[in-house]
Nanobody
Framework: QVQLVESGGGLVQPGGSLRLSCAASGIIFYDMGWYRQAPGKQRELVASISRGSITNYADSVKGRFIISRDYNKKTVYLQMNSLQPEDTAVYSC?????????WGQGTQVTVSS
């Protein structure tokens, strides 16, 4: 079964940027999504990208985040700009809308001054 490994998180000041990567161990010809879970909150969908690279975003990140994918590299990216403290969470990727694959460990994003 395909495994997912997220990376690219870290500590960043408000207004900063990060680029997250979700690397798959095999071909992921599915619609994919980036999700996040903040402490004490449910996991939420942040952005999705179809097999044909049509993208959709949660209202909270629209205009700030960009999701993309590279089939050759078997990787899905999330470029995050103008980060705010409320973006602090563990970010994970999976298929969308149903989560068909085992969840990876996620990558922690902390936005703080």
């Amino acid at each position: 079964q395909v495994q997912l490994v997220e990376s690219g998180g870290g500590l960043v000041q408000p207004g900063g940027s990060l680029r997250l990567s979700c690397a798959a161990s095999g071909i992921i010809f599915y619609d994919m999504g980036w999700y996040r879970q903040a402490p004490g909150k449910q996991r939420e969908l942040v952005a999705s990208i179809s097999r044909g690279s049509i993208t959709n975003y949660a209202d909270s990140v629209k205009g700030r985040f960009i999701i993309s994918r590279d089939y050759n590299k078997k990787t899905v990216y999330l470029q995050m700009n103008s980060l705010q403290p409320e973006d602090t969470a563990v970010y994970s990727c999976n298929t969308y809308p149903s989560n068909r694959l085992p969840w990876g460990q996620g990558t922690q994003v902390t936005v703080s001054s």
